[in-house]
Structure formats: C-alpha cells, structure tokens
C-alpha cells in the first residue's frame, strides 16, 4: 500500500475545517489514504484533544505566526485553508493571516492547497455594496493566492443553514408566530449550505485535483429563496407552520435593532449589505452549482434535514 498522504487541515476545532476533519477520518475510502493534520492554537483544549482521540494529528500553529505554519506544513499533500473574521471583525488582519498562510503553503511544497474563500462583493456589485469586508478580504487573499501560482482550488462556502434557526428565524410579536426575518424580499436567493458538509466538497475537490486546480467550488446543498426556506419549515412542522411567516424587515428597523444590541456601526452595515447581496447580485454571482453536484458523491445536508433536528424548533410539530 502507497504511503498515506497528509491533509492539513485549518480551522480544524470549528465549523467548516471540523467538517473537513470528520469526512476524511471516517469516510471508508478516504481514511485509507489520507492522513490527518488537525491545527488548532491550543492542543489542550477540549475540542483539540477530541480530534486527537478520534485519530487526527493534533498541531498548534498560529495564522498570525508564518514560522509556525511552515512547521506543521511540513510533508503535507494537501491543506485546507480557513480565516474567521468574526473573531476579530477586522478584514486587514484577515487579509494578512491569509497571506501569512498563502506564503507558508508555497514555501512548504504543497501540491493542493484549498482556500476558503468568497467573492469579492465591491467589484461584483460595481461598488453599490462595498461594505461586505468579510467576502472582500477572502477574494483579496485568493489573488494573492493566484499571484503566488500555487496549485490551489477555491471553496466557496454558502449561507451558514445552521445560522438560521434562533434569532433570525423564531417567534415574533404579536402573535408569536414562527418568523423568518431578514433586510431582504421573500424573493431573495440564499445558497443553503451545511458546514459540517465541507468534508464532502473537499473530497471531491482532493479526488479532482486537476479539473479543479485554479477553480472555484461552490459550496451549497441548494439555492433556496426566503420565502422557500419558510415553506420548507411550513411541510417540516405543519403544526407551527401554519401561521410561520417571512417578514422583510425595513432597513431603519434592521439598523435601529441592531445598534440597540450594541453592534458597531460599520458591521451593521456590512450585515445589512450581506443580506442585501442575496437580491442582488448574488450571494455567487448567480453561478451555478451544477458543476459541485455533478462532483460530490455524497449527500448533502437539505433545509429540510437541518431544520428537522435544529435545537431552537426542538419540540415543534
Ligand atoms: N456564517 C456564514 O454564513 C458564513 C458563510 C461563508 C463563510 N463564512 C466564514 O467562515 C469563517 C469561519 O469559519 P468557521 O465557521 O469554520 O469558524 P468557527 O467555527 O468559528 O471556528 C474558527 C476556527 O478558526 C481557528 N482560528 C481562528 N483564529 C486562528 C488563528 N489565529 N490561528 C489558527 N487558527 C485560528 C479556530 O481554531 P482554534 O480556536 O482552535 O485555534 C477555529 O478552529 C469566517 O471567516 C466567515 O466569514 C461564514
């Protein structure tokens, strides 16, 4: 049997690289032939000596430290390269670890590097919404990315499914009926995606390397409007769906009850312009996902699934 390739893998004690992590240690064919590097700043914690129990490689690295990425790089196949701007909410900083990142990955060799990226939202919508600093600083790093000619594959993660049950999507005054709320038409298109499916993109972004070098990957179960992801929780719970509702919130009431939470005011904007973004142009650019059914071999997670089990709908009917 050929030697195991190593995957390293970013992000590994979080939502999108911790499902990275699962598919590639327990997938039947995968975990003959891959190794896995899981890379987390603290190994003691619980998540990390989790991972490690289930038969991962635990590092630490830090994405602010270049040294200590080329050092758990090393001998690495593939990685998968993942920033959390909400951490800090500052995109040079994001923008920064990327490259930190992107350096590391070209001076360590790798032959297949995944970044985790998003569109660049100023340029797509000609400026209107140019407040979208998280897709902007992930399009900024995957230039820098190209630049370096590193033999790379985009993932472009959808709208967070598991984002929606609880504030955005609970029960609202006056009558308490299930409500699904957003600064956006019931027409506006949300690319419904389920993190703890990155494992099944990646698979099949490693298992076609070469079609996929230099591409983008989009990363959604399904393109689902507002008012589809309500009638889906309506056929799912058809007792409280029967009075469940979209409410396009107005933009003051969105901005008013945001900063009532304290929120600053550039991340309301850029809030607002994310959803915004769904009416147009396009959380994807109105790209089609044809090209990611056509290469997942695995099932991935619907609306319907998700909402089935969410914790906030536990015990609806
Ligand atoms: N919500 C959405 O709908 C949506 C859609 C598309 C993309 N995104 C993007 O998803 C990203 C977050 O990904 P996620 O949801 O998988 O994150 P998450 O579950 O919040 O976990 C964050 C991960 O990042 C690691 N990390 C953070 N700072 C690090 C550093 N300095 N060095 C090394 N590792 C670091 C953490 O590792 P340790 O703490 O263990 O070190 C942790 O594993 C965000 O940038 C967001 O913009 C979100």
Known sequence: MPPKKIITVFGATGAQGGGVVSTFLEDAALKDEWTVRAVTRDVSKES?????????EVVSADLNDEESLIAVLAGSYAVYGVTNYWEKTDADLEVQQGKNLANAVKKSSVSHYIWSSLLNITELSKGKLCNVY????????????????IPATYFMPGFYMTGVPGAMF????????????????????????????????VKAIVNNRDKLLGKRFYGATAYMTAQEVVDTFK???????????????????????????????????????????????????????????????????????????????????
């Open 134 to 149: 998280h897709f902007d600083s992930k399009a900024k790093v995957e230039d820098y990315v190209r630049s370096l000619e």
């Open 170 to 201: 609970g029960p609202q005054p006056p009558d308490n009926a299930w409500t699904f709320s957003l600064p956006a038409s019931p027409e506006a298109i949300l690319p419904m995606y389920h993190p703890g499916d990155t494992g099944k993109y």
């Open 48 to 56: 990390a000596k989790k991972l490690s129990s289930r038969g991962a």
């Open 235 to 317: 056929t799912v719970f058809p007792e409280a769906g029967k009075t469940a509702r979209f409410f396009s919130v107005p933009e003051e009431a969105f901005r008013g009850a945001m900063k009532a939470q304290g929120t600053p005011d550039f991340i309301v904007s850029e809030l607002y312009e994310n959803v915004k973004l769904f009416e147009g142009p396009g959380y994807y650019g109105g790209e089609s996902l044809g090209e990611t059914h056509k290469l997942v071999t695995d099932r991935l997670t619907t609306w319907a699934e998700y909402a089935k089990d969410a914790e906030a709908f536990k015990g609806l009917e």
